[in-house]
Every structure is written in structure tokens, then in C-alpha cells.
């Protein structure tokens, strides 16, 4: 029997059929898992980065699975079926195929953006601390595609279900409209980073504390009293944020306001100033504490004594030490401390009644 004859043999019975696709198909998947083994391992060794090593691990096991699922659909349509039970088989081999490839680009995606993200100094706009928010839409986004595939391996008609899904898309968008919000606004806070969790900040110049947990829908802050509060980050987005641990260090700069009567010497207030930082700690060496003379007030001359921190935390402590010094220094050094006072003057005093 040459190798024509044969050929016509396997055409003519359809068990032949089925066994040489399912031979070719694990003859071919052999083939494909021995390229990648032995030619792409080779290919990825020789580039500096190890990311093209992980897709290619990730990327390996999918192809061959396909190709041997792909093996069983072609052998199935071989038996001539009834239609509902192709209907089915086709169904249940689709939405494999479709799962393995939503799970292989969920780990390539991952691969991907965590290499991205440790090249913080040519990318910007990917940081580790944005990791979370990318990841959640690569989730979305697979899931969608995942989804989709399964309504076209079943013959889910799609304009219907897009109909409906978009009116109750809106009638759940009016009923949950500030959760919306602020889940956006999460959005927002999580990429452009204004602060991170760790950080002390004054949010509206109302709120100060430090933030404990940043989530999706609001942030958390602990006050200097020990007091959690929450606050919507709506609220936080539309607002006025001051990060005191933000900048390019942690440093923050307190000042001590102080008038001096008019009359002072001037240069005397000055030693006197700096002479009270003497025995405050967890101030900073550099920037040097200096003194600056303000303004012409309505009872005396306005004087400010800027000193730099370690750390924000450290705030009330260090002005507490200061106050306490400046009152004693200036006490000591006879320097008057103007305070609001009004003096009244009798014109005439009634005249007696005779």
C-alpha cells in the first residue's frame, strides 16, 4: 500500500479521521512544547531582561493545551452528531479555550505590568503604588473579553443583553450616584498619588492626621487625638489636600509668632529668638533656624522664629518647647510682649446736683 492509497483510506473512514487528527494534534503539540523548551529558552537567555523569560513560561502551556483541545473539537465534528450535542461538546470546548486564554493574559498582563513599574525613571506614569489600580483594569477588561467569548461559543445574542444591561446600568447609576463618586475619586487618588498611606495631612484646613488606609470608596486619617475619622474621597478629590510629608523630604518648617512693643531694639529681639531654640529637639541643622522681621503691627513689632523639623509628627511637641522659651526669654531680657488694651479718658465728671 503506497502512501496515496492510504491517504484514501483514512478519508474514506471517518474513525481513521479522527485518529490522525488527534495524533497530528499531540504530534503537533509536542512539537510546539519542544520550540519553546529548547529554541525559545535559547532566544529569551540572551536578552539582558527576564521578562520575556516569564511570558514565554506563561505562554508555553496555553498553546499546547489549545492545540490538543483544538484536536478534540476537529476529531468530534468526525462523528456527524446530532446538532444539540455539537452544541454542547462545541460550547464546553469554546469556553475551555476561552478560560485558558483569560487566565494566561491575566499572568502575562501582571508580568507586564510589573515590569513596567519598576522602570520608575523612563516611565512615570506606572509606579508601584499604582499597581493595584492598573491590575484591577486588566481584571475588568479580561473578565469582558472572557464574557464575551462565552456569549458567542453559546449563542448569547448580544444586542439584547447590551439593552438591557444598559438600562439598568442607568437606573443603578441614579440610585448609587455619591458611591459612583466616590469610587471614581478612589480612582483618581490611587494614580495620581497625592499622598500615600503614612503620610500627615490637612485635609481643607480643617481635618489633620495621618493616613492609615486608602481604599476604594474613602480614605481613613488618625488625629493627633487618636481619633479615626473617614472621609469620602468625593469629598477629598474636590478639595484642598496639604501633604506635610510630601516634597522631597519629610523636613517640615513650624513657625512662633511673637510681637515686641515698640521701643525694642531690634537686634537684641533677634538674639533673644535665636537663643530659644537652645535644648529643643528633633529640630534639623540644616535649614538653620533664622528669625524674620515681619511687620509694623497695631501694637508692636512683628517677629516670626523659623525652625525646620524632622518629621511632621514631632509639630506640637516643638512648639510647645518654643512658646515656653520665647515667653521666658523675652520675661528675662525685659522685652515687652504688647497685648490688646484701651485706655479711657473722663473729660468732665457731672457736676453735683445742690
Sequence with gaps: MNFGQWLSMVGADPRMRQLFIIVAAIALAIVVRLVFTIIVRAITRRTATEVDDRIARRLRRPIVFTILLVGVMLAHLEFKAPSHVDFIVLGVIQTAIGLLWAVTRMRVGRVVLENVSDRV??????????????????????????????????????????????????????????????????????????????????????????????????????????????????????????????????????????????????????????GCIQGVGHLCDTPEPRVRFREFGSSGLLFELLAWIDE?????????????????????????IPYAKQDVYVKELPRRKE
Aim: hydrophobic share 50%.
Design 121 to 274: 525613571d523612563q516611565i512615570t506614569w506606572i509606579e508601584p503604588k499604582t499597581l493595584p489600580l492598573f491590575d484591577m483594569i486588566l481584571k475588568v477588561l479580561v473578565v469582558g473579553g472572557f464574557l464575551y467569548v462565552v456569549c458567542l461559543a453559546w449563542g448569547i445574542p448580544l444586542t439584547s443583553w447590551l439593552t438591557s444591561a444598559g438600562i439598568v446600568g442607568i437606573a443603578v447609576g441614579f440610585a448609587a450616584k455619591d458611591t459612583l463618586t466616590n469610587l471614581f475619586a478612589g480612582v483618581y487618588i490611587v494614580a495620581d498619588t497625592p499622598y500615600e498611606v503614612g503620610d500627615f495631612v490637612v485635609l481643607d484646613e480643617r481635618i489633620r492626621g495621618e493616613v492609615i488606609e486608602i481604599g476604594m470608596r474613602s480614605t481613613r486619617l488618625l488625629t493627633r487625638d487618636d481619633i479615626e475619622v473617614t472621609v469620602p474621597n468625593a469629598a477629598i478629590a474636590n478639595g484642598q489636600i496639604v501633604n506635610e510629608t510630601g516634597g522631597p523630604h519629610e523636613k517640615m518648617r513650624v513657625r512662633v509668632k511673637v510681637e515686641a512693643a515698640y521701643g525694642s531694639d531690634v537686634d537684641q529681639v533677634r538674639e533673644v529668638l535665636m
Design 312 to 336: 511632621p509628627v514631632f509639630r506640637g511637641r516643638v512648639l510647645d518647647a518654643l512658646h515656653v522659651n520665647v515667653y521666658k526669654a523675652f520675661n528675662a531680657a525685659g522685652i515687652e
